[in-house]
């Protein structure tokens, strides 16, 4: 360890000399856009009668997003399920936000091909909620059995 006399001193000597001492750095505070979507009510399953001629509806899930980037956002839905047994749709109900346009729902979607279609458009809240509107419907000639989706919700710039 070195003795710390010769440090000391030189400090004596420069507040002698000097009465004052000052530095600066310069501190760069970012904040970066982010986008979050979450889907609240687990995995739901809906039981169709194919002798029925309605369809079987589930609204117990809910999509809730945030984002903190400013201009319109949408939100895209698609299924795993590329060729499904059974028809199966989803819309958004009871929009509702924080901002001026909590965004405009696409109406039913079919959920059929594996592709990301518009859900909700015209996003410009930065919170934002829907309650989800499943229906599922068969008939009897697409025979018993069970179809399953992964259904993703994708929350993106216009």
Same mark, same amino acid.
């Not at 001193?9 to 982010?34: D, F, K, P």
């Not at 002798?51 to 895209?76: A, E």
């Not at 518009?118 to 008939?139: E, K, N, Q």
């Given at each position: 360890m070195r003795p710390l006399a010769p440090f000391i001193a030189a400090i004596g000597l420069a507040a002698s000399v000097? *009465?004052?001492?000052?530095?600066? =750095?310069?501190?760069?505070?970012?904040?970066l856009e982010r986008n979050s979507i979450v889907v609240l009510g687990g995995d739901i399953t809906l039981i169709v009668n194919p002798l029925n001629p309605t369809p079987t509806t589930n609204q117990s899930?809910?999509?809730?997003?945030?984002?903190? @980037?400013?201009?319109?956002?949408?939100i895209t839905v698609r299924s795993s399920l590329v060729n499904? /047994?059974?028809?199966? &749709?989803?819309? #958004?109900?009871?929009? &509702? @936000?924080?901002g001026q346009n909590p965004g405009i729902p696409a109406g039913v979607v079919p959920l059929r091909d594996g592709v990301d279609r518009d859900f909700i458009t015209r996003i410009r809240?930065?919170?934002?909620? *829907?309650?989800?509107?499943?229906?599922?419907? #068969?008939?009897w000639a697409a025979?018993?059995?069970?179809?399953? =989706? &992964?259904?993703?919700?994708?929350?993106?710039? /216009?």
């Amino acid at each position: 360890m070195r003795p710390l006399a010769p440090f000391i001193a030189a400090i004596g000597l420069a507040a002698s000399v000097q *009465a004052q001492s000052s530095n600066s =750095h310069v501190v760069r505070v970012t904040v970066l856009e982010r986008n979050s979507i979450v889907v609240l009510g687990g995995d739901i399953t809906l039981i169709v009668n194919p002798l029925n001629p309605t369809p079987t509806t589930n609204q117990s899930c809910d999509v809730l997003w945030f984002c903190n @980037g400013q201009g319109n956002r949408r939100i895209t839905v698609r299924s795993s399920l590329v060729n499904p /047994r059974y028809a199966l &749709t989803v819309e #958004a109900r009871n929009i &509702t @936000g924080n901002g001026q346009n909590p965004g405009i729902p696409a109406g039913v979607v079919p959920l059929r091909d594996g592709v990301d279609r518009d859900f909700i458009t015209r996003i410009r809240s930065s919170l934002g909620s *829907a309650d989800l509107l499943y229906s599922a419907s #068969a008939t009897w000639a697409a025979g018993m059995g069970t179809d399953v =989706h &992964t259904v993703t919700y994708t929350l993106a710039d /216009r």
